[in-house]
């Protein structure tokens, strides 16, 4: 009698869980309550589909999601890392985690969340190594000349990969020598593709707001002489796979593959730089040309200014002109 009060009590309280639904197993629920229930962009959800095959249905698949406990989660951490799973990404693919059991508890499928107080590794911060200016040289000129446009106009905007490759000459205003942000172009696998293409065009760029960048003449001498002799529609993409008008995106993968990481080495630059740290470059050079924080974050299209924030002090010789600054101000003090 005591055990149905309880029960009774628990019922009226709302906290009572039906013990037949944590029976489900990790991945039924996962893949088919979950991941659906999510509202998130389409890259989104093929990355957590991805994870979801990779990272955890191995391990937690077929797992009834009550007799998961801490330190069965525990045990996914160790053999994460001991396969060689930076601290970084486990950190990252916990969060996912995390989120599908907290689902649960809403649901009512379970009565804790198994991924409190995991004991993560730890993870150190990377230091940015920002390309200079003189670097840049070198890669531009080791660039192939069909994406020396391409590599020019990122430099100068800072635009992700999507946006860059999502261009037309109908964003680019030759009178008020602007650039707008309106588009972005994603790439998925077919597998995790909602319409089963790889390419995506998306009419709004990641952070959902059109931005505005004015840009130099130089830049727009050099995209009016690309879109005239490439005979390109106001339609057209700028930077297409060929070097034909109406032509399709440009796949990232084959770019790096075939021209960036070539073009990287003979140029001579002795550490890792991908194409997306051209934008880290840009808002670096331009905090380092004494740019104001809040104008770097708009152009950027940052959300937040912390985002914007890590890009101070991340040029080579920056510490060395802040010593500087430093001297100068102190033999006022003794001079």
Not at 104 to 133: G, Q, S, W
Not at 177 to 188: D, G, K, L, Y
Request: glycine share 6%; charged share 25%; aromatic share 8%.
């Amino acid at each position: 009698m005591r055990a149905a009060d309880r029960l009774d009590d628990a019922v009226s309280a709302n906290s009572w869980i039906d013990p037949v639904a944590g029976r489900i197993a990790f991945q039924d629920y996962a893949e088919n309550a979950w991941l659906p229930a999510r509202q998130i962009e389409v890259t989104t959800r093929a990355g957590y589909n991805s994870y979801l095959r990779t990272h955890f249905v191995p391990f937690f698949g077929p797992m009834p999601l009550a007799r998961i406990r801490p330190t069965t989660v525990q045990a996914w951490v160790t053999q994460a890392s001991d396969k060689g799973l930076s601290p970084r990404s486990i950190a990252k693919y916990h969060v996912m985690l995390h989120s599908i059991f907290a689902r649960a508890m809403l649901d009512r499928v379970i009565a804790f969340n198994p991924c409190e107080n995991t004991e993560l590794p730890k993870v150190v911060a990377k230091k940015y190594r920002i390309l200079t200016p003189e670097e840049f040289e070198t890669v531009i000129a080791s660039i192939p000349p069909r994406f020396k446009a391409l590599v020019l106009t990122d430099i100068e905007t800072g635009l992700r990969w999507g946006e860059l490759v999502a261009l037309r000459p109908r964003h680019v205003d030759f009178l008020r020598r602007t650039i707008t942000v309106s588009e972005t172009i994603v790439e998925v696998s077919k597998k995790d593709s909602p319409t089963g293409e790889r390419m995506i065009v998306k009419p709004y760029p990641k952070d959902d707001e059109p931005r505005t960048l004015h840009v130099s003449q130089d830049l727009l001498d050099t995209l009016a002489a690309r879109i005239a002799d490439l005979g390109l529609d106001r339609g057209h993409l700028l930077f297409p796979s060929r070097e034909v008008a109406g032509g399709i995106p440009l796949s990232r993968a084959n770019f790096n593959t075939r021209f960036w990481r070539p073009a990287i080495t003979a140029a001579g630059i002795d550490f890792p730089l991908r194409m997306h740290d051209l934008r880290h470059a840009h808002a670096s050079w331009l905090l380092a040309g004494g740019a104001d924080l809040k104008s770097v974050m708009e152009r950027m299209g940052h959300s937040q200014i912390m985002t914007t924030q890590k890009y101070l002090h991340t040029l080579p010789d920056a510490d060395k002109k802040a010593l500087a600054a430093f001297e100068s101000i102190r033999r006022r003090g003794s001079g």
